[in-house]
């Protein structure tokens, strides 16, 4: 048995959730129909995997989203995740306070138009729903780093999605091809179920682990 990089991170090695605060800027899905209910009817189907008690761990519906920026981690001090704008040391209050307010003014896109392409085994992957709508999410990442000081090493390459659990123990070759059966039998019923759908306007959203994330959220050890 072997752990995947989730494991002494966000999670524990029972799957249960682990302190790992930060910040960050999602839209998310609850109150957003069908969406968000079609979202748990497929959460409902990965339960449904032989493996899926053992190696996944499956995050509250409520905590559903979209990240359309991601921000800091406090357990994440590299050069290449943080903000050139920060120190490294700056305590993470001080950060939340950073963002709350270089962001207060920030316009961002009032709708966000997406749509399922593909499955994988922790997230639904999204796509912008016509070339232009991407140029105008992707504008809007390139002005978020500019104002934040944030560039990640993806940043050019960052797939939308939206995830629905984590994988805490590495699956075999046999379960592997178990998902991949799922993934091309799933796909087209997940694509008719959810179609194209429409989240509101993103949101700077603090957390203190995987299960919350919110503009108020009191962080508790």
């Known amino acids: 048995m072997e752990y995947t990089k989730a494991v002494g991170t966000k999670f ?12 960050t800027i999602v839209s998310h899905t609850e109150g957003i129909e069908p969406l968000h209910s079609q ?12 493996f899926a008690s053992r190696k996944l761990a499956f995050l509250p519906p409520s905590s559903f989203h ?4 991601e921000l800091l981690c406090d357990q994440v ?4 995740y943080w903000s050139s704008k920060l120190p490294l040391d700056a305590p993470l ?4 306070r950073f963002f709350a307010e270089v962001l207060k003014d920030f316009e961002f896109p009032d709708q966000i138009h997406m749509f399922v392409y ?8 999204l796509c912008p729903v016509t070339l232009e709508h991407e140029a105008l999410l992707r ?9 934040t000081g944030i560039r990640q090493p993806n940043h050019n390459r960052y797939r939308f999605h939206i995830t629905l659990c984590y994988n805490i123990i590495k699956l075999t070759e046999e379960e592997k091809a178990e998902f991949e059966e799922f993934r091309m039998r799933m796909l087209p019923e997940v694509r008719r179920r959810i179609g194209t759908f429409t989240l509101g306007r993103p949101e700077y959203v603090v957390f203190s682990d ?6 108020d959220l009191v962080r508790a050890r």
């Open 39 to 50: 979202l748990i009817w497929v959460q409902e189907r990965y339960n449904e995997l032989s």
């Open 12 to 23: 524990h090695p029972d799957g249960s959730l682990r302190y790992f605060p930060g910040n």
């Open 118 to 125: 593909d499955l994988n085994l922790t997230t639904l992957r």
């Open 66 to 69: 979209m990240t359309f920026f």
């Open 93 to 96: 209050e001080e950060t939340d």
């Open 77 to 80: 001090r590299t050069p290449e």
């Open 210 to 215: 995987m299960g919350e994330f919110r503009a």
């Open 139 to 147: 504008a809007k990442r390139d002005e978020l780093a500019e104002l």
